[in-house]
């Protein structure tokens, strides 16, 4: 698998400032995700999130239970903005910055990993996997939430509808999708083939109404 020629959005400045903001108001889903995670680990867990941008999933699980918690983002805004964002709230998470792919952190140091809404943003899909791989405990686990790449139209229109947005939201929303996030996602089949590709071994695909769920154990 060759590295993807598309280098990702530069999320930095003002345009990592704006995601920061309208952001925000997906905060029920953060605290969803975090709750549904603490659930399934234990008391002191070590946990990495990759690309968390303003930090919020990251955060939000630091309210729930006692865990180690590192952010890694190649933004330099977006960590600052992270280490704000968590300074408001309380509560103590490590961001820092570095790449998916060349993750400067230690191997076997993490029971968990995450990566929402990030993947088909990464250059090097695979070298990313492999990190996960690296970075994580015997029996660690990964999470990997994206886009999917076959999405519906019904599918893609019911959850803007949900969003309610407004009308000119909604059809900015929608025409984002179609024009550069979904022609940047994956096949469940090249999920499959980048997975055997990373080394690992045991994983389950589960398909969302837009996107994948992949759980991956090291």
């Known amino acids: 698998m060759q590295a993807k020629a598309y280098k990702g959005i ?20 953060f605290k969803a995700l975090a709750r549904k995670v603490a659930d399934t680990l234990v008391s002191g867990a070590k946990v990495l999130e990759i690309a968390p941008g303003p930090g919020f999933f990251a955060i939000e699980l630091a309210k729930v239970g006692k865990y180690q918690i590192t952010g890694l983002d190649i933004s330099k805004t977006f960590v600052d903005i992270a280490k ?5 709230e309380h ?11 060349a993750m400067p952190l230690s191997e076997g140091s993490f029971d968990f990993v995450l990566c929402r809404a990030a993947f088909k943003n990464f250059s090097d899909p695979v070298g990313a996997l492999r990190e996960m791989r690296r970075v994580l405990k015997p029996e660690g686990r990964a999470l990997v939430i994206d ?10 229109d019911s959850y803007i509808r949900g969003l309610k947005a407004g009308a000119l939201n909604a059809f900015m929303m929608k025409w984002t999708f179609r024009l550069m996030l979904i022609p940047r996602a994956y096949t469940k089949q090249q ?4 997975i055997v590709e990373s080394g690992f071994v045991k994983s389950e695909i589960r398909e969302a109404p837009i996107g994948f769920e992949i759980t991956l154990v090291k």
């Open 147 to 156: 886009l999917r790449k076959d999405v519906g139209e019904k599918s893609l």
């Open 10 to 29: 530069g999320m930095e400045g003002g345009v990592a400032r704006w995601y920061d903001k309208t952001t925000r108001r997906d905060l029920p889903e």
């Open 84 to 88: 704000r964002n968590a300074r408001q």
């Open 91 to 101: 509560v103590e998470v490590d961001f820092r910055q570095g790449n998916a792919s």
């Open 191 to 194: 999920f499959q083939n980048f």
